[in-house]
Nanobody, 120 residues
Framework: QVQLVESGGGLVQPGGSLRLSCAASGSIFSISAMGWYRQAPGKQRELVAGITSGGSTNYADSVKGRFTISRDNAKNTVYLQMNSLKPEDTAVYYC??????????????WGQGTQVTVSS
């Protein structure tokens, strides 16, 4: 079992910044890709940003230049720095990670989600 715990969400004004964190714990042998997804009310969950174990990143077009994903492999933690936030960034943000458990079976785990609200 691999657990992901997110933190850092909240209410912020347009143009503001937030930093999300997601720590993985449990029976981990390795973590391959980690990523952040979001789901706004009435919409499908979408990929915001992803990062591989080697540090390669990809971003949704809507957040390029504003959001930065990073990871600390020693801490099994992924971060999402969100700058220049817009009301349309309002959503529940979910962390995702996949890799091999200590039993060498693959896992694909999700966090419980953290609410980000951008409003004046």
């Amino acid at each position: 079992q691999v657990q992901l715990v997110e933190s850092g969400g909240g209410l912020v004004q347009p143009g503001g910044s937030l930093r999300l964190s997601c720590a993985a714990s449990g029976s981990i042998f390795s973590i391959s890709a980690m990523g952040w997804y979001r789901q706004a009310p009435g919409k499908q969950r979408e990929l915001v940003a992803g990062i591989t174990s080697g540090g390669s990143t990809n971003y949704a077009d809507s957040v390029k230049g504003r959001f930065t994903i990073s990871r600390d492999n020693a801490k099994n933690t992924v971060y999402l720095q969100m700058n220049s936030l817009k009301p349309e960034d309002t959503a529940v943000y979910y962390c995702n990670a996949d890799g091999l458990g200590s039993d060498l079976f693959e896992y694909d785990s999700w966090g419980q989600g953290t609410q980000v609200t951008v409003s004046s």
